[in-house]
């Protein structure tokens, strides 16, 4: 049977996209994860990756235009196979995309999945907002009863509270937002494993020796994803040494002047940078393992991990990194960093990593074995940046030294690449021409 | 005698702040003097060490080291007297900020008021949070001093009440411009006293000039102690730059404070021969020969005279005394640049509370 | 367990305290053999003498001005201000002095001090006799701003007050000396500055309130319960420094907030109140923050409809309820 494309929704205020740029025309073939379509939001630019192989049948919506999250964009399937129309309820929304977007007058319009009339809910109050992303709730199921048909908090618990009926409503997993942290299986981009309801998670408590800590879905992820990805990989840690000397002067030459223009000039940019410029000149790196073979990727797309303390990390995006100069990489990281924090990240924000980068140095730690994140090939330890005494020439020299740990799959890397690779990210950042 | 009690027949200062003193014709008088057995030199010397420190902060202070000075330069004569009229380390003082050698009397030292003046941690008055010379000492009874003017008084009131409710044989002695004499808080500080016949003694430091302003734009009585006469207590007109005569005044004030017999009001007139503070240009509402005729009564000077005249002072034992003051200049200038800053995290925080005071 | 008004509970407070602390002393205008106009201290002259009730001069800064200077000698005196509307000549020695005094001197001098005041409308009293000021105070680090709403809660505050080594206002509603009556425990009865009093459970929305406006709000929740609206209720108690676990404990679990003060209503009390929950509660609130105060004039008028007028009751708190509980 043909898979369907859809228009994700990529934020929690984002409720269309346009079409920016089909990858793949119809009768053209695609593998999984491949990207297929361009597409572009008021919020984010970004890729929609194939979410099946096989040929592109149907292209529902063209260049250019302009739809609602959750519209059908085009079938995958098998040459040959019959697709299906597009859904009334498809094309009506494009119409409705071409009315100024409602979405600027604060008031969020209702997608539903049936031939239900669009509701307008109304404002949305900020307990609300967070009980409905709290329990994936779509509120355009919940009955308001508050002034104007406001969905007040006590409607949502009420909903929340009815009997649940065996079958559930049938809302497609892709108009479901996601959770929005990282090392939840990929998969969970394509349906199923997303109908699964997340009971609520236990509010922040002091922890006291002898109690249960009941594990948050984030903890069962990250869990899920270390255990899978420690049997699946075939790991191996090659540590080398850097003199940050170059990146120290450099970064001391520019951080005022980035300062003033509200960047903060981090040390992270520079190891993303130096990975970045090391992924394009080795893109076996830059790569997932597959059973017919190993898959390059195109983008380099580097994930940063954020530690969220006792809850956990999540793992932000950097796209395209190996295009962007220090500045936009200073200002993503931090960015990033910021919102990863605040929890404002949106779901597409922590997919589609095809490197990563782990940053323990921050705790003090030298160097360390960190675990890949899958589907990826290798991850990169930073250490602390730390002043040693080192032999320089034939004189012990006081320099500002880091352990760098390159975490690689061995079914698909060797330690001669993977020391080339990591050498190359070495003598990156000893040059320091960024 | 170098005092006078104030009936209104004192000379009027002149609209442009030129005093004549009320008392000269028998400020100086040397030979009363003799009979004391107060310690002269080491008073001497605490006058000394107060000029001079006071001059290296205006040194300093031109050389762009510290941020702000506020001088006591010219009252080291009134404030030493006071100082030893009282019962060091029994007796209270709720001073005001240009006591700087009344502070050494009772035991400030150089360094601590040089940290002070740097803004450094360990300033025993606020730990640097206050602006210079708002002086305070625990351990010598001297309470904090903020800058509104005036508002000591009521202090003063409350604490010679507190010793009169407690039964203490305390006396507390209490400083003031003349210029803020015109605050409300010092006629209801000394209506209180006068009332409950508390052990205070107000001494205004007279040095004819708040910032600009002569003492004939803040009060149409020619001496502030005239006004003792409205609250119902004795006031006393003294030469404020005659050290041994203030010390007179101010040791009948103070016996009569311990008596029970309640407060008095002490006018000492004095000059300041600098600007306000270091932020002050003080050629805009002066003359230079005004300020030249009063630096010719400089206190210093006059004790000087009067202990060589008393064959106490030698020249080499002023010679000692000015090497003596020197040295610990040079040793509390030094202290002061080497200490550290205060940490915002420390002292800037709190404490706010007593509950966050953590004593050492 | 016996029962008495509020000012009999703010008496029999000084009245503990002077017997247990020879420090403690009274000071104000008309304290000693008058008893104060309300009759505050009323006895005390007679039971501990003029050295510990002492008549001052009609002069409110040094009232406060003699008060901390005693306190700094290490006794602890109970300024009394006559009508709160008077405090404003000792606005510098609150703010300048007593506030400052820990921290200026590095911790070196600190003043134990209580100033009562006696405040609110609702007494016919005008301009100058019914102002209601914590607002102004309860912006100064260093002081302690109380102010109790019941019998129980005055004298185990004026107790821990005078027991406090800060400088505490405490500001006693007027209206209610002999309107509130309520019981008050035979025990040393000690109630800590600091934490607020949730005195009515609910869920709906969260009234926060003190002083006589604590009991209308209290009216208020009644009348509307029959309405199916729960209204939780929060006894302030302590202004400064502000109980916020208990505030935004309250709209976590409400994510509604009314705030009533008879002080008038821009940069009131309530305005921090609405800052804590913005800022602490953002995403637990399912409505705007109300208030409901006093309006934005000089004073309260004298003349009954005026008064009536700005004062915030039980129906108007009411009302209010209903609308936030309808939004």
Known sequence: ?434 | MGERRSAGRAQRPRANGKVKMASTATATAPAKAAATDLPLLEMFSVMLLARRLDERAWVLHRQGKIAFHISGMGHEATQVGIAYAMRRGEDWLVPYYRDLALMLALGLTPLEFMLGVYGKRGEPSSGARQMPSHFGLRRANVVSTSAPVATQIPHAAGIGLAIKLKGDERVVVTTIGEGSTSQGEWYEGLNWAAVHKLPVVCVVENNVYAISEPQDRQMAVPNVADRAAAFGMPGVVVDGNDVLAVQRVMQQAVDRARRGEGPTLVEAKTYRPVPHSSDDDDRSYRSREEVEQWKKRDPLLLFRATLQSMGVLSEAAEQAAEAKAAAKVEEAVHGADAAPYPDPAVEGLGPVYVEEIHHA | MPEMTMVEAIRLAMDEELARDERVFIVGEDVGRRGGVFRATQGLFAKYGEKRVIDSPLAELSIVGVGIGAALYGLRPICEIQFADFIHPAFNQIVSEAAKMCYRSGGEWTVPLVIRAPYGGGIGGGLYHSQSLEAFFAHVPGLKVVIPSTPQDARGLLKSAVRDPNPVLFFEPKKGYRLIRGPVTEDEGLVPIGPAHVTREGSDLSLFAYGMMHHYALQAAEIVSGEGIRAEVVDLRTLYPPDRATIVASVRKTGKALIVHEDNLTGGYGAEIAAILADEAFTDLDAPVRRLCGPDIPAVPFSHPLQDWFMPNPNKIAQAMRELAAY
């Open chain 1, 1 to 434: 049977m043909a898979t369907r494309v859809m228009m994700p929704q990529l934020g929690e205020s984002v409720v269309e996209g346009t079409v920016t740029k089909w990858l793949r025309a119809e009768g053209e073939g695609i593998r999984e994860f491949e990207p297929l379509v361009e597409i572009n939001t008021d919020k984010v630019d970004t890729e929609v990756p194939s979410p099946a192989s096989g040929t592109v049948l149907k292209v529902y919506v063209s260049e250019g235009q302009t739809v609602r999250a959750g519209t059908l964009l085009a079938m995958i399937g098998q040459p040959g196979e019959v697709v299906i129309d597009p859904a009334p309820e498809a094309t009506s929304a494009v119409q409705a995309a071409v009315e100024p977007s409602q979405a600027h007058t604060g008031r969020v319009p209702a997608q539903t999945t049936d031939a239900t009339p669009v509701r307008d809910l109304g404002f949305i109050s900020p307990v609300v907002a967070k009980l409905a992303a709290e329990h994936k709730l779509d509120l355009a199921q919940v009955r308001g009863t508050g002034a104007g048909g406001r969905i007040t908090k006590k409607d949502v618990l009420a909903h929340l509270e009815r009997p649940r009926a065996s079958a559930a409503p049938d809302v497609p997993a892709w108009e479901r937002p996601g959770e929005g942290d990282l090392f939840r299986p990929t998969e969970l981009q394509f349906g199923q494993a997303m109908a699964i309801e997340v009971a609520r998670g236990p509010e922040a408590r002091p922890l006291v020796p002898g109690m249960l800590v009941p594990h948050t879905p984030m903890r069962r992820q990250i869990a899920e994803h270390m255990l899978r990805s420690v049997r699946t990989a075939a790991h191996v840690t090659t540590v080398m040494e850097a003199d940050m000397s170059a990146v120290v002067a450099h970064r001391h030459a520019n951080k005022d002047l980035f300062e003033r223009e509200g960047i903060s000039l981090t040390f992270t940019a520079y190891f993303v940078a130096a990975s970045a410029a090391a992924l394009r000149a080795h893109p076996l790196v830059n790569s997932t393992w597959g059973e017919e073979g190993v898959q390059l990727q195109r983008p380099v797309h580097i994930g940063l991990a954020v530690s969220l303390g006792e809850e956990g990390l999540i793992v932000p995006v950097l796209r395209d990194a190996e295009q962007k100069s220090l500045r936009r990489l200073a200002a993503e990281v931090s960015d990033l960093a910021r919102r990863a924090r605040a929890r404002q990240l949106t779901p597409e924000e922590v997919r589609g990593g095809t490197f990563t980068i782990t940053n323990h140095g921050v705790g003090g730690s030298l160097f360390a074995t960190p675990i890949i994140s899958q589907p990826q090939s290798a991850i990169l330890g930073v250490g602390a940046i730390q002043k040693r005494a080192v032999v320089v020439g034939d004189a012990i020299a006081i320099r500002p030294m880091v352990y760098l740990s390159l975490t690689f799959d061995h079914r698909l890397l060797d330690g001669a690449s993977a020391d080339a690779f990591l050498a190359t990210i070495v003598a990156t950042l000893e040059k320091g021409a960024f």
